[in-house]
């Protein structure tokens, strides 16, 4: 199926100002294993990039190369520039824990910790040191979570555990907790795989609420969701890259054959 152009946005302007991440010539290896090759893109300020593609393409590995979280996998190897705002994040003098806040994540599975809601949100954003008395830290959690459009929901229960919360609950919570550390880019795989239609329509709205606040990019195995939700697409296959531009375009017009055998369902 090949989706409809009256779903899109209006992607065609191109992103104002220089891409918030530059990746050139990246590739990753596990082991002797290469699972991305020679993959470069620049990842807009304003916009929401969806990466897509068939399952063991490579689009987790290449997130996770973008705030650093393969360096957690032993095996994992990264090869090529990556940069923030023009520095090389994977400069040998970097903090990383200072990365992963200016470049947060928000995974599959929601992850809360096993703490209460104020905590779950405040932690960052105490070891950062971002809020310098309980008023401000009061402040900055209840900020979170209505960007997060969890507020309503949870502020008479603050001192409640995070998984004591629905799933979809939960996943606004672990994208509260990334926001809390004023992060300048929101990474999300497949943020919506564990949760209903209803609890995945709420996550679509926060993150088009969010789109221009931060950069943000999703993989997603959603076809309809990436259309939904994102300005560019990139489409990656058997760990390249294979086209990247506006979303409605890699939806209605791909110039790549490998693109549309893709979008139009003819494998997966
Ligand atoms: N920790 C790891 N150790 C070794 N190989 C890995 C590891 N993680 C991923 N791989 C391999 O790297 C390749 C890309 O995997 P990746 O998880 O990035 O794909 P994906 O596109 O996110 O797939 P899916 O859509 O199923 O989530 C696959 O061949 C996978 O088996
Ligand atoms: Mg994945």
């Known amino acids: 199926m090949v989706t409809q152009t009256s779903q899109f946005e209006d992607d065609s302007a191109a992103p104002s100002g220089p891409p918030k991440m530059e990746a050139q010539g990246v590739s990753v290896f596990y082991g002797d294993k290469k699972a991305i090759d020679d993959v470069s893109i620049d990842i807009p300020t304003d916009y929401v990039t969806a990466f ?20 957690t996998i032993p095996t994992a190897r990264v090869e090529g520039t990556i940069k923030l705002d023009g520095d090389d994040i994977y400069d040998p003098k970097l903090d990383v824990v200072q990365l992963r806040a200016r470049v947060g994540m928000v995974f599959q599975k929601p992850n809360p910790f096993p703490k209460s809601i104020y905590e779950n949100i405040a932690y960052g954003p105490k070891i950062h040191g971002l809020a310098s008395s309980k008023d401000a830290l009061d402040e900055v959690v209840e ?106 375009e890699i939806f209605t017009n791909p110039k790549k054959e490998r693109t549309k055998d893709y979008i139009t369902g003819r494998y997966g």
Not at 183 to 211: F, G, K, N
């Open 52 to 71: 897509i593609g068939p399952s063991g393409c490579g689009k987790s590995t290449f997130l996770r190369s973008l705030n650093r979280m393969n360096d």
């Open 143 to 248: 900020r979170s979570l209505k960007r997060a459009g969890l507020w309503e929901e949870v502020k008479d229960r603050l001192d409640d555990s995070g998984t004591a919360l629905s799933g979809g609950q939960q996943q606004r919570l672990c994208i509260a907790r990334a926001i809390a550390v004023d992060p300048e880019v929101i990474l999300m795989d497949e943020p919506c795989s564990a949760l209903d239609p209803i609890a995945t329509a709420r996550i679509e709205e926060l993150i088009h609420d969010l789109r221009g606040r931060y950069a943000i990019v999703i993989v997603t195995h959603s076809m309809q969701q990436a259309a939904r939700v994102s300005q560019r697409t990139a489409f990656f296959h058997l760990g390249k890259m294979v086209e990247f531009g506006p979303t409605s």
